[in-house]
């Protein structure tokens, strides 16, 4: 469950303008939307979970505009339904950061904490990113398991410790070892064009889920 430590943010600061293109998208709907979160996007959950999982980048009108992950569009429904059905989350989730959603044993963030255009970040921006997601690691110091998203946030994680892409290849409902004993689960990415399409239903997203009770420390 959420703890105190759990507010910790391993996010840029909201002015950051390192990756000018991100930035530059970012002004260009602030304007229209003063409402929006707009800007790099906080985890969500415990620090000291059992699991992480990591998806690519903030959707526009998803994460950008609530300031959660996985919060507001598509993907979320089908994340956060797949974690109730397996009591890594309870609560209803309501499309905002405040309906009271809690995880439990699990910390949710992206490869870039900012959203894209078209939701595609290019290779110089996930590069930018990810000493945000490598300080995050070092503090999850009961960390097991790393859930990816994706293949993105697959060789995110990868490149995070230096391992070779190829000694370790994407595919959907795989569990890899890590040398330093982490596990590496790597999902197709929950998006609506892999639901609509049929690349990814909803009974594989479950099964694949499946795999994270195993790794759940025994702490309340």
Same mark, same amino acid.
């Given at each position: 469950?959420?703890?105190?430590? =759990?507010?910790?943010?391993?996010?840029?600061?909201?002015?950051? /303008?390192?990756?000018?293109?991100?930035?530059?998208?970012?002004?260009?709907?602030?304007?229209?939307?003063?409402?929006?979160?707009?800007?790099?996007?906080?985890?969500?959950?415990?620090?000291?979970?059992?699991?992480?999982?990591?998806?690519?980048?903030?959707?526009?009108?998803?994460?950008?505009?609530?300031?959660?992950?996985?919060?507001?569009?598509?993907?979320?429904?089908?994340? !956060?339904?797949?974690?109730?059905?397996?009591?890594?989350?309870?609560?209803?989730?309501?499309?905002?950061?405040?309906?009271?959603?809690?995880?439990?044993?699990? /910390?949710?963030?992206?490869?870039?904490?900012?959203?894209?255009?078209?939701?595609?970040?290019?290779?110089?921006?996930? =590069?930018?990113?990810?000493? !945000?997601?490598?300080?995050?690691?070092?503090?999850?110091?009961?960390?097991?398991?790393?859930?990816?998203?994706?293949?993105?946030?697959?060789?995110?994680?990868?490149?995070?410790?230096?391992?070779?892409?190829?000694?370790?290849?994407?595919?959907?409902?795989?569990?890899?070892?890590?040398?330093?004993?982490?596990?590496?689960?790597?999902?197709?990415?929950?998006?609506? !064009?892999?639901?609509?399409?049929? /690349?990814?239903?909803?009974?594989?997203?479950?099964?694949?889920?499946?795999?994270?009770?195993?790794?759940?420390?025994? =702490?309340?």
């Amino acid at each position: 469950m959420d703890s105190p430590s =759990s507010q910790l943010e391993f996010i840029a600061p909201k002015t950051c /303008r390192k990756c000018t293109r991100l930035a530059d998208f970012i002004d260009s709907h602030r304007a229209a939307h003063p409402d929006w979160h707009s800007g790099p996007v906080p985890s969500f959950g415990p620090i000291d979970a059992s699991i992480l999982i990591l998806g690519l980048a903030p959707g526009l009108r998803g994460a950008n505009a609530t300031g959660r992950p996985f919060t507001g569009d598509f993907a979320g429904k089908v994340l !956060y339904d797949a974690l109730g059905k397996i009591g890594l989350a309870s609560g209803d989730y309501a499309a905002h950061a405040k309906d009271g959603l809690v995880l439990h044993h699990v /910390r949710i963030a992206n490869a870039v904490r900012c959203v894209p255009p078209q939701n595609k970040p290019v290779a110089a921006e996930i =590069s930018m990113c990810r000493p !945000y997601l490598s300080d995050e690691i070092a503090a999850m110091t009961g960390l097991r398991a790393i859930f990816v998203l994706g293949r993105i946030a697959h060789e995110t994680v990868l490149r995070h410790f230096g391992l070779k892409l190829t000694d370790y290849p994407f595919a959907h409902d795989q569990a890899q070892e890590l040398p330093n004993g982490l596990w590496l689960i790597s999902s197709y990415h929950c998006s609506r !064009y892999n639901v609509q399409t049929g /690349r990814l239903t909803t009974q594989m997203f479950d099964k694949v889920c499946q795999r994270l009770k195993s790794f759940i420390q025994n =702490s309340p």
